[in-house]
């Protein structure tokens, strides 16, 4: 593998989720803080007009305008799918700005504490991922992967090498000091392994990764007009990352009635009512939690 020669870090591709945002705009005014002297780094706000109004988005999701057919497709033209254009055309593949790794930096309102979401099974990323985990244990790693390039629909998906960090608790529209802090340290160590990487200075580490695998997405509890008439049980708030098994309880209904998972075998839940996805129809994704060899 060819030595990594741009990294893009990107912070705002949700307008409503300050904490990249304002990283964003901290490394535009102190650059030094993420110069490395192997490689160059650029900085990218992806959606600004979001962010100046505090919304998530101003027509549609930006980090799910990425599709391959879609960034060609010339008659898609509101701002997020033009924006979309705008990102591919200059980072992606054959951009003039073309990078060999990004990092997407979000925030999310369900407690995920520090985790990275890997789109494909590349080995750098994993080894990536694996000196992450190993050198701040509080750090997971979730793989959402798609079967090709051309089904990915986020921001990632323009380069084959980076992923995203997701941190949280954290609400839509503010900032947190100590999410914030920890953010920017897992950029420094991203920056700082690439640059050891460049220079064949690899930390050597036990390679064994505990990754939390998608399985599926789980709908809130609705009526046939799809009003939804229940809410994630109190037993289940909060813990994300923890074992769900058969017989737990998933929902309370506004009548006070439990509604159970009913699945065969445990499931290890994440993005538990997160805010923003209670449009896409979402009250938590379901894992697998694996231990790989790398």
């Given amino acids: 593998m060819k030595q990594i020669s741009r990294v893009a870090i990107v912070g705002g591709t949700h307008g409503n989720e300050f904490t990249g945002a304002y990283l964003i705009k901290k490394f535009a005014q102190f650059p030094n803080l993420i110069t490395r002297n192997s490689f160059e780094t650029v900085t990218l706000l992806a959606n600004p007009k979001a962010f ?15 599709l391959k057919q879609e960034l060609e497709d010339p008659k898609l033209n509101n701002y997020e799918e033009l924006r979309a254009k705008s990102i591919h055309n ?4 054959g951009g003039y700005e073309q990078v060999d790794f990004i990092l997407d930096l979000h925030s999310s309102t369900a407690n995920m504490g520090l985790t990275i979401i890997l789109v494909n099974s590349h080995p750098f990323n994993l080894k990536l991922a694996a000196y992450l985990s190993h050198i701040n244990p509080l750090v997971k790693v979730y793989r959402c992967s798609f079967q090709s390039v051309e ?25 947190k000091a100590n999410l914030f802090q920890q953010t920017e340290s897992l950029v420094h ?16 580490i036990n390679e064994t990764l505990t990754l939390y695998h998608h399985l599926s997405s789980v709908d809130y509890p609705k009526q046939e007009d799809g009003t939804i008439f229940g809410m994630i049980h109190p037993e289940l708030q909060d813990r994300d990352y ?53």
Wanted: aromatic letters at 12%; glycine letters at 8%.
């Fill in 189 to 204: 160590a991203v920056l700082d392994y690439i640059q050891r990487f460049n220079q064949d200075k690899i930390p050597s």
């Fill in 90 to 93: 200059s980072l992606g593949y």
């Fill in 52 to 66: 100046a109004v505090g919304r998530r988005y101003v027509d549609k999701d930006l980090n799910r305008s990425f």
């Fill in 242 to 294: 923890e074992a769900l098994n058969p017989g737990n309880p998933m929902f309370l209904t506004f009548d006070g009635q439990t509604i159970v998972y009913e699945g065969k075998s445990t499931v290890w839940p994440i993005f538990i009512n997160e805010a923003a996805y209670y449009e896409k129809g979402v009250a938590m994704s379901l894992t697998q939690k694996e231990q790989i060899h790398i």
């Fill in 151 to 175: 089904e990915n629909p986020f921001l990632n998906s323009l380069c084959e090498l980076g992923f995203a960090i997701e941190v949280g608790p954290i609400a839509q529209g503010i900032l």
